[in-house]
């Protein structure tokens, strides 16, 4: 896996909140596009060529940082499974 867990983390430079930005919905800095919009178009199958031609203002590394945020969230969000007590 190139990159690594550490580029996992580095999304929280291209990715920013703002009460005054969009009603404070999570949105790529320096942009009103919403981290909502491009995962959506992600999940729907648009690949990062054509997310970029729809949002010029938009870079590669900001996609990238967007799954890295699904990717935190998601692990933060499911349960730890029960290890089976070995006696």
């Given amino acids: 896996m190139s990159g690594g867990i550490n580029n996992l983390r580095n999304?929280?430079?291209?990715?920013?909140?703002?009460?005054?930005?969009?009603?404070?919905e999570p949105v790529f800095k320096g942009t009103r596009?919403?981290?909502?919009?491009?995962?959506a178009s992600l999940a729907g199958g648009d690949s990062?060529?054509?997310?970029?031609?729809?949002?010029?203002s938009l870079k590669a590394?900001?996609?990238q940082g967007a799954i890295a945020f699904a990717?935190?969230?998601?692990?933060?969000?499911?349960?730890v499974p029960a290890v089976p007590h070995i006696r």
């Fill in 71 to 79: 990717a935190a969230s998601a692990e933060e969000d499911l349960p």
């Fill in 33 to 39: 596009v919403t981290l909502r919009t491009v995962l």
């Fill in 61 to 63: 590394e900001d996609i």
């Fill in 11 to 24: 999304y929280d430079e291209r990715i920013i909140r703002d009460s005054g930005i969009c009603g404070g």
């Fill in 48 to 56: 990062v060529e054509d997310i970029l031609a729809d949002f010029p």
